[in-house]
Every structure is written in structure tokens, then in C-alpha cells.
């Protein structure tokens, strides 16, 4: 009989918050395929624990699937872990879970900690709808669009960043959202230097350039929706499907930008992502 793969949760950064079940989980697999194999292996011998590990990471996870999988064939059970958190939230493991799904593998989550919802728990904004967008783009024109797209967005939007582009991340979130939209930053959270700060964008931009926000630590933003009617976005699309019809994308997403102030260069990616999803 083939084995199982557990998706183990570890904690995001106060070692007591790995519940009992992963810690037996991580006791009793064969392996244990890991981001980081150093950081996890600091982890395990905090409970004791002494599984064989083996790395699992963006760099090698599609060489290393079928090695994992024909394991999990043979009967050994695998558990799969990030560095932080739940595996797969803006972390590897997405092909080994996909080829073990198809493969007609067990798998079985060991849910526990998970930033989002830690830093969405404590932000003080509304929390029955968000979308996670994870890491935005490196590059300042790639972020702008991608912000630009998000906009109109009603719902909650959670983001990880890191130490060392908060401030042009914050400044670019002031260009596209304003300075008073609602928001909240989490550093280092269930850490010993935990910050949680809930301000408007434009005062948590000033905290980070004086300091009172420190640039240490890993980072959650999580910002308010648009208070724009849900409607506005949907008649952008609207505008950018007809246009689209009778011109190029380009000088559609041209004319849409003159009528409604947005980015032409989003409204180009979002116009092709239309017609992707439409097939006009």
C-alpha cells in the first residue's frame, strides 16, 4: 500500500506553537522533506526528534517529486514542512502535493500556524472576505501595476514583504491606494520583538522612514478593500470587453485609461486576462 504525505504547519516563529499532532507527525514519518533543512533540523531537535530530512525547495522541488513520490508508493510516509507556517502559502511544495494527488496518494493536512490569518486575526479589519497576494514584484513598475489591478478590490488584501523593500513597498501602496486607506502591519509576529501596528497607509509609511516601525523581521501588510461599489470594478471589465472587441489590446486599454484614470499598462494585463478567460 502506497504511504501517506502529511502537509505539516511548523511554527511561524515561537517554537511553542507547534501543536502536539504535528510534533507526533514529525516524530513517526520516514522523511521529512524540508525547505530548509538546517532551519528545520533546529526544530527538531527542540522536540527530540531526530526523522531523516531531505531539502525541498523552489530551487529543486521538480527534480526532486519523483524521488518523493516513488517513496510514497513504496509505503514510507512523508511529511512535508516550510520554514515557517503552512507549506504551500507562499512556499514550496505545490508539485509534490499536485503529483501526489494525481497519483493517487493520501495526503493529509496537520494544519496550525499560518501568518495570514495570524496577522488578519489581530488587524482589526474586516475578515469575512480577503485575498492573499502574497510577495509582490521585485521590480517598482511590475508592483505598481499589479497594486494598480488591486484598486477596485472590495475585499481585505493581505501581503508578505520583506525587511528590505518595506518602505518602497509602502510608498507604492500610498501612489496606488492613498495615503488613508486603513491598514496594518505585523513584524515579526508570535516573535519576542512582535509589532503590530494598525494606522492609515500613509502613517504607517512615516513609522517605517522614522523608525518607529524598525526595518528587522519579516513583514504582513494587510490592507482595507476599496469602499468603491463592487460594481466599478466590474464595469472597468465591462469597458475593457467591448473596447476589445472593435480594437487592439493595446490602444483599448489606451482608451480605457483616458475614461476611467487607471493605469493603461494594468488595464492591458487585465484586458488580456479577459479575453484568456473569455477566449474572444
Not at 517554537?15 to 504535528?22: G, I, K, N, Q, S
Request: aromatic share 4%; proline share 4%.
Amino acid at each position: 500500500m502506497s504511504g501517506k504525505l502529511f502537509v505539516v504547519a511548523t511554527p511561524i516563529g515561537n517554537l511553542e506553537d507547534l501543536t502536539p499532532r504535528a510534533a507526533q507527525t514529525l516524530a513517526e514519518v520516514d522523511l521529512i522533506a524540508a525547505e530548509d533543512t538546517r532551519h528545520t533540523g533546529r526544530l527538531l531537535s527542540h522536540i527530540g526528534v531526530k526523522t531523516r530530512l531531505l531539502a525541498l525547495h523552489d530551487h529543486n522541488e521538480e527534480k526532486m517529486v519523483g524521488g518523493l513520490i516513488a517513496a510514497l508508493e513504496s509505503g514510507q510516509s512523508v511529511a512535508l514542512v516550510s520554514d515557517a507556517g503552512t507549506p504551500l502559502v507562499s512556499d514550496p511544495g505545490y508539485r509534490l502535493v499536485r503529483a501526489a494527488n494525481e497519483s493517487g496518494i493520501t495526503v493529509s493536512t496537520v494544519p496550525g500556524a499560518c501568518a495570514v490569518t495570524a496577522a488578519l486575526s489581530v488587524a482589526g479589519l474586516p475578515t469575512d472576505r480577503f485575498c492573499f497576494e502574497g510577495f509582490l514584484p521585485a521590480k517598482k513598475a511590475a508592483r505598481l501595476n499589479a497594486l494598480d489591478a488591486l484598486n477596485n478590490e472590495a475585499r481585505t488584501l493581505v501581503f508578505y514583504e520583506s525587511v528590505h523593500r518595506i518602505a518602497d513597498v509602502l510608498d507604492d501602496m500610498c501612489r496606488a491606494f492613498g495615503e488613508g486607506r486603513p491598514a496594518f502591519i505585523g513584524r515579526e509576529l508570535t516573535k519576542m520583538h512582535e509589532q503590530c501596528v494598525r494606522a492609515t497607509l500613509g502613517s504607517l509609511r512615516d513609522k517605517v522612514d522614522d523608525g518607529s516601525i524598525p526595518g528587522k523581521g519579516e513583514f504582513v501588510i494587510v490592507v482595507a478593500g476599496s469602499d468603491e461599489a463592487p460594481e466599478s470594478a466590474l464595469e472597468v471589465d465591462r469597458l475593457l470587453l467591448e473596447l476589445g472587441k472593435r480594437l487592439p489590446a493595446k490602444d483599448a486599454a489606451k482608451v480605457s485609461a483616458a475614461v476611467t484614470g487607471l493605469r493603461k499598462n494594468a488595464l492591458y494585463e487585465r484586458i488580456l486576462e479577459l479575453k484568456e478567460r473569455t477566449g474572444e
